[in-house]
C-alpha cells in the first residue's frame, strides 16, 4: 500500500529535548524579537510550553533578550559549547555548504544555509567573524536541471530505504513505469541522478531527477542492504566505464 514519507513523520510525539532544540533554530534564523505565540504556532504547543523552554534554555546558557508580550531574540548561544575547527577547514565547510546551495534542490539549499547559521553560532567570535567574510565562494552559471519530482521524498525515502514507484522518460523520449529501491543521489554539473536497483531491469541503473515523475513511496522496506547495494553499484560502474564514469551517470538507462 503506496504511502508518503510525511504520513510517516506525523502523529509522533515531540519530546522536550527535540523542542528545544527547534526553538533554538527558530530564534537563530531571526535577527528580531520572535514572539511566543509564534513559537507555539510553528511547534504546535501551547504559549505556556514556550515560556518554559526559554526559561529552561536560559538556564542551558543561552542568553536570551525579552519577555512575554514582547518576543525573544538570541543574543549568545552559549547553550552549545564552541565548535573546534582549524581556518582552513572552516573554509571547506563554507564553501561545501555554499556549493549545496547553488546546485541542490530548495529544500536542501535552505538546509545548507541554516547549517551556515548553526555552524556560525558555535564558533568562536574571530572565526564567526570569518565565515561571515570568507574567501571562499561558490557560483554555478549553468545550475542543474530542476527535479520534476519531490527530491525531499525521494531523499527520505532513500535514507528510510523503502522502496519507490516513478514514470520515467529516457533521452529518447520512451517512456516507462519504474519500480526501484533507492540506493543514492548524485549531483553533476547539469543534473542530479537516482542510482537505484531497478526490478523492471533486475540490475543497478541511473535515473536523472528532471526525468521522473508520479513518485510514489511504498510501505516496501529493503533494509539494511542500501549501503552494501550502493558501493556495488558504483564499483560495477567504475569497472565497466573506468574513464567515462561521469558520462555514463548522468545520462539516462
Request: charge should be positive; aromatic fraction near 14%.
Given at each position: 500500500m503506496?504511502?508518503?514519507v510525511m504520513s510517516r513523520l506525523q502523529g509522533e510525539p515531540m519530546t522536550k529535548t527535540l523542542r528545544l532544540t527547534k526553538v533554538m533554530d527558530v530564534l537563530r534564523r531571526h535577527t528580531g524579537p520572535v514572539t511566543a505565540q509564534s513559537l507555539a504556532d510553528d511547534l504546535l504547543v501551547s504559549v505556556r510550553s514556550i515560556h518554559r523552554d526559554i526559561a529552561t534554555l536560559r538556564e542551558m546558557g543561552a542568553v536570551i533578550d525579552g519577555e512575554a508580550g514582547f518576543g525573544f531574540t538570541l543574543i549568545e548561544d552559549n547553550a552549545l559549547p564552541p565548535m573546534a575547527f582549524g581556518d582552513t577547514e572552516l573554509e571547506a565547510l563554507v564553501l561545501g555548504l555554499r556549493e549545496v546551495q547553488q546546485i541542490a534542490d530548495p529544500d536542501l539549499a535552505e538546509a545548507a544555509q541554516s547549517a551556515l547559521r548553526k555552524i556560525q553560532a558555535r564558533l568562536p567570535d574571530r572565526q564567526a567573524q570569518a565565515l561571515r567574510h570568507s574567501v571562499l565562494s561558490a557560483r554555478r552559471f549553468h545550475p542543474p536541471e530542476r527535479p520534476t519530482v519531490n527530491a525531499a521524498d525521494l531523499r527520505q525515502a532513500t535514507r528510510d530505504e523503502y522502496e519507490i514507484?516513478?514514470?520515467?522518460?529516457?533521452a529518447k523520449g520512451s517512456k516507462t513505469a519504474r519500480h526501484v529501491k533507492p540506493l543514492g543521489l548524485v549531483y553533476f554539473d547539469?543534473?542530479?541522478?537516482?542510482?537505484?536497483?531497478c526490478t523492471l531491469?533486475?540490475?543497478d541503473r541511473v535515473f536523472r531527477l528532471d526525468r521522473m515523475s508520479q513518485l510514489t513511496v511504498l510501505s516496501?522496506?529493503?533494509r539494511p542492504?542500501?549501503?552494501a547495494m550502493l558501493r556495488e553499484a558504483l564499483d560495477k560502474f567504475c569497472k565497466l566505464y573506468p574513464t567515462?564514469?561521469?558520462k555514463v551517470l548522468s545520462s539516462s538507462q
Open positions: 503506496p504511502i508518503s514507484t516513478f514514470d520515467y522518460c529516457d547539469r543534473s542530479t541522478a537516482l542510482v537505484a536497483w531491469r533486475q540490475a516496501t522496506s529493503f542492504h542500501r549501503v567515462k564514469q561521469a
